[in-house]
């Protein structure tokens, strides 16, 4: 098993809402276009009750909804930082494999799961998202991504 990242880093530090996202990636394999986020609406609320601190479901829907908006700033926004997350802890060229992107048929899709047929990044997160290691930001958490290959 090889760890990602650097060696005196414990992994990549993301909010709840840019792991949610990157969640519903690795769940789908195959890519979801931007425009198509809404039809994943439950999957992403579950996802999102799981990441998140606010236990008011009308709160989170507000935070989904604007991740879902037509406008897709948020989208966007999120797909940014991720991948700029994940370039400054594994630096450009090894991030690659793991950051959200967009191909050339318009679908989004995180190249190391989808073209990798035994390959796949698991996410293993800290017990305590204040411990440090995130930088002590509230709401966020360490994602340490292994390459697990069959």
Request: charged residues 25%; hydrophobic residues 25%.
């Given at each position: 098993m090889?760890?990602?990242?650097?060696?005196?880093?414990?992994?990549?530090?993301?909010?709840?809402?840019?792991?949610?996202?990157?969640?519903l990636f690795q769940a789908h394999r195959e890519g979801l276009r931007a425009d198509d986020l809404v039809l994943h609406w439950q999957e992403?609320?579950?996802i999102y009750a799981r990441e998140t601190r606010y236990d008011d479901p009308a709160l989170r829907e507000e935070k989904l909804e604007s991740l879902?908006?037509?406008?897709k700033t948020v989208f966007y926004?999120?797909?940014s930082r991720i991948k700029r997350k994940f370039t400054d802890a594994m630096g450009p060229v090894?991030?690659?494999?793991?950051?959200?992107?967009?191909?050339?048929?318009g679908y989004y899709r995180i190249p190391g799961l989808s073209r990798?047929?035994?390959?796949?990044?698991?996410c293993?997160?800290?017990?305590?998202?204040?411990?440090?290691?995130?930088?002590?930001?509230?709401?966020?958490?360490v994602l340490g991504a292994d390459l697990l290959r069959g």
């Open positions: 090889k760890q990602i990242g650097k060696e005196d880093s414990p992994g990549v530090c993301l909010n709840p809402m840019e792991r949610t996202l990157y969640r992403l609320c579950e879902c908006a037509e406008s926004s999120n797909v090894p991030a690659k494999p793991y950051i959200i992107r967009r191909d050339t048929d990798r047929k035994n390959c796949r990044i698991t293993n997160f800290l017990s305590s998202p204040l411990n440090g290691k995130c930088g002590g930001h509230t709401g966020a958490a």
